[in-house]
């Protein structure tokens, strides 16, 4: 299929299909002899893993270890479980740092909305940093 109906399948920009082919995540691509080029139909479904791999947080040089790439083989079953699984700790670490900040700010927010009216919200600071140092 051409550049066009593959974007269009995908909802990707042609010149972001482009610069995913130069990144090496979708493998060569043939041409037409008229120039144009010519993707497989799995050429989509390597994009919508790309898209998906990306909207979970990996990087395009993670995706590229993953992402089987067309007329260079399959990427092994221990190295993809290896790259998911070091992606599901480095989401687990971020979830237990979100963690930590949701409770800082829930308890900055406590503190300040029972400050009194006409109180300077900074006047407990010292309280609150000493809190949320002994969160750590």
Same mark, same amino acid.
């Given at each position: 299929?051409?550049?066009?109906? $593959? ?6 920009a042609?010149?972001? &299909?482009?610069?995913? /082919? ?5 493998? #060569?691509?043939? %041409? ?10 799995? #050429?989509?479904?390597?994009? @919508?893993?790309?898209? $998906? ?8 040089? /993670?995706?590229?270890? $993953? ?9 092994g ?7 998911? %699984?070091?992606?599901?700790? @480095?989401?687990?670490?971020?979830? /237990?740092? $979100?963690? @930590? ?7 900055? &927010?406590?503190?300040? /909305?029972n #400050? ?6 900074? @006047?407990? #600071? ?6 949320? %140092?002994?969160?750590?």
């Amino acid at each position: 299929m051409k550049i066009g109906e $593959l974007a269009q399948q995908t909802g990707l920009a042609p010149s972001k &299909i482009r610069f995913y /082919e130069a990144e090496g995540l979708i493998g #060569t691509v043939d %041409r037409s002899l008229g120039g144009y080029r010519q993707y497989p139909a799995r #050429t989509k479904q390597v994009l @919508e893993l790309v898209i $998906l791999a990306q909207q979970a947080g990996f990087s395009l040089a /993670e995706i590229r270890t $993953l992402v089987a790439q067309q007329g260079k083989g399959p990427v092994g079953h221990d190295v993809m479980l290896s790259g998911l %699984r070091k992606k599901l700790a @480095e989401i687990e670490a971020l979830q /237990e740092k $979100l963690a @930590e900040t949701h409770a800082g700010l829930r308890l900055v &927010i406590d503190r300040i /909305e029972n #400050t009194p009216p006409g109180g300077d919200c900074f @006047e407990c #600071t010292e309280g609150v940093l000493q809190d949320l %140092r002994g969160m750590r």
